[in-house]
């Protein structure tokens, strides 16, 4: 556990709403990933989660009424690919931001209070493999807590959660928005848009 457990008790205990957009703000920054490591292929799938992101973001905004999130659900789990297949890391870090998509919806559907610890876990996942690729190796349990890549993700979801004791509004959602858009990039640092 990179982060210490008081962050983990703390996720848990958001409520439900804040789960929901904490999970939703790291779907929103991983997206970028599904779709510059899916390439060509992936244009009905980065419209589905975009889309889906959009809902939730409304959702959370109070503009709109739950959809049937069920049918999204499952065109979500279509969208994940055999970890064998393709680019290992490529399709581990596609997978992963479908994964935290998907966290995001189960957090509005059936909220099991591990929605928010699961996006977390998925997220720094995704940073790690990353670093670890660059590398071509594993990393050692000091590299991962020194390297400056997985500093900045855990500096991230710590201020996600300090904003989320801020009031629900639509200006509120309009700023976790925008500290989720990462000023255009991912959490592994690949531009929004690239793959497009």
């Known amino acids: 556990m990179l982060f210490g457990p008081m962050f983990y008790r703390r996720i848990r205990k958001l409520r439900n709403w804040q789960q929901q957009i904490f999970a939703t703000a790291l779907a929103q920054r991983m997206l970028p990933n599904y779709t510059a490591f899916m390439g060509d292929a992936c244009g009905e799938g980065t419209r589905l989660l975009g889309e889906t ?12 009424d739950v959809p049937d999130w069920r049918p999204v659900r499952r065109s979500l789990h279509a969208l994940l690919l055999p970890e064998e ?13 479908v994964k935290c998509v ?49 500093q900045g993700e855990l500096d991230f979801q710590m201020e996600l959660v300090r904003r989320l004791s801020g009031h629900r509004s639509p200006e509120f959602i309009r700023s976790i928005r925008t500290l989720a858009a990462n000023e255009g990039y991912s959490n592994i640092g690949i531009p929004a848009g690239e793959g497009d």
């Open 53 to 64: 992101l959009e809902q939730l973001w409304l959702y959370a905004s109070g503009i709109s």
């Open 85 to 97: 297949q393709g680019d290992q890391f490529g399709v581990r870090a596609s997978n992963e931001a």
């Open 102 to 150: 998907l966290a995001a919806v189960g957090s509005v559907l059936e909220h099991t209070g591990n929605e928010s610890s699961e996006a977390s876990e998925l997220s720094v996942s995704t940073v790690i493999a990353s670093q670890a690729a660059s590398l071509g190796r594993e990393m050692a349990e000091e590299e991962i807590l020194e390297n400056e890549a997985v």
